[in-house]
């Protein structure tokens, strides 16, 4: 069965929360709605706070990553929070050297390029490398707790980090990344492998500190064809999610232009898949596996739009999901810097609205 026992998490209203009820595949009394990149530059009070402070000193202050995580929560009635992090904070940890540089995006320094590179990075203890995320969880579960309001933690799967690890920066085609995995497999394989351990050891860490959910972020693995992610990505991919599924929170796997490769992502078995915008939700929703949830599927952009068209689209989503238990509304991909806040509030009462039952 793709949906795997889930634990009772010590408080009743966030268990019997509308996030954790889709996450299990529950009817619950409305859709419940969370953006990816909920937190972030398109909300005044984060530019605010992050004015004069790097990205990793937010994420590694823990007073600070609970501040933004719940910036979002206090201003919308959003349904779920996600922890102020990024998918990339393991990799300074593994002795590449990370800096999110303003307007360019993430750079590394010393980008792994041979074999060898792979056998020196490290795969140290999250617990002693990133004290800091398990203690921003801590701070904000009884802020949450009294809201009702789960946190979901969160990694950037094997594919998505090795590409960071090998480009340097983001990409447009991955080209470094794949010629490394034709030319270098065995090599590739114990890049994955280390790349599993540290994130199953970080995804522990964090649901032991309060975490509700997790999501796994491939967010650039639709660049592998179907043979690709087959041979080089799945079966990592595949371990990583059993060890998940074993802490006894609901997981949700997250790709973009992964339309050809739904079945295959399904087929790990996690509660929710994430879908981008491409294909109708229910048509996404028909390539998963009997019994699993879905996540998505708004093109961020529509947040750009007139509202008579983000209403008609919203309506179209809802309508393909047709009140099936097992929907959690959410962009197809992060919401995007130059996004009014006024529209994504308006956006979740109307998802609220439209769907209570
Ligand atoms: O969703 C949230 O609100 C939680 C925070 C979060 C961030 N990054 C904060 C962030 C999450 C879940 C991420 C995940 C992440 N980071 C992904 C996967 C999701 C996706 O978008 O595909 C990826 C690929 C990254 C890597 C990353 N981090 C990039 C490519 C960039 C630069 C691009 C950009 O938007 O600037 C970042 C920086 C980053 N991570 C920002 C935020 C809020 C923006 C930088 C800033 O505020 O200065």
């Known amino acids: 069965s793709p949906r795997p026992a889930t634990e009772r998490p ?9 996030f954790l009820k889709a996450l299990r595949g ?3 009394s409305h859709t419940p709605v969370w953006f990816m990149r909920q937190a972030g530059r398109y909300m005044p009070e984060y530019r605010a706070l992050r004015a004069g402070r790097s990205m990793l000193d937010c994420i590694r202050t823990p007073e600070l990553a609970a501040e933004i995580t719940l910036q979002p929560i206090k201003a919308m009635p959003l349904d779920a929070a996600i922890l102020f992090n990024d998918i990339l904070t393991p990799l300074p940890t593994m002795g590449l050297d990370l800096d999110f540089v303003g307007g360019v995006g993430p750079q590394i320094a010393n980008p792994v390029s041979t074999t060898a590179d792979v056998d020196r990075l490290g795969v140290p203890s999250t617990a002693e490398t990133m004290p800091y995320t398990a203690e921003s969880i801590r701070l904000l579960v009884p802020e949450l707790n009294a809201r009702g309001i789960p946190l979901i933690g969160f990694v950037g799967a094997p594919f998505t980090l ?3 690890a090998i480009e340097g920066k983001g990409s447009r085609n991955y080209e470094r990344t794949k010629r490394f995995m ?7 394989e114990r890049l994955m492998g280390k790349f599993e351990a540290i994130l199953a050891d970080y995804l522990t860490e964090q649901v032991k500190a309060g975490a509700s959910a997790v999501q796994i972020f491939d967010s650039w693995v639709g660049a592998l ?4 992610y087959r041979t080089f990505v799945k079966p990592a991919t595949s371990r990583l999610i059993e060890r998940v599924k074993k802490l006894g929170v609901p997981v949700i796997y997250f790709g973009t ?5 739904l079945p295959d992502m399904a087929s790990l078995g996690t509660n929710i898949v994430g879908a981008d915008w491409r294909l109708p939700l229910n048509q996404a929703w028909d390539l998963l596996e009997p019994g699993q949830g879905i996540q998505g599927n708004l093109d961020p952009l529509l947040l750009q739009a007139p509202w008579r068209e983000l209403r008609h689209q919203t309506d179209r ?3 393909e999901a047709a009140g099936r238990p097992g929907h959690v509304f959410n962009v197809g991909h992060g919401i995007l810097p130059e996004t009014s806040q006024a529209m994504v509030h308006r956006l979740t009462d109307y998802v609220h609205e439209q769907s209570q039952r």
């Open 10 to 18: 010590s408080n009743p209203a966030v268990h019997d929360s509308a």
């Open 182 to 188: 034709y030319a270098e497999p065995a090599a590739w």
């Open 257 to 261: 232009g992964t339309t050809h490769l």
């Open 26 to 28: 529950e009817p619950a």
């Open 162 to 164: 090795a590409s960071y």
């Open 225 to 228: 064809s179907i043979y690709d």
């Open 317 to 319: 989503i809802l309508g």
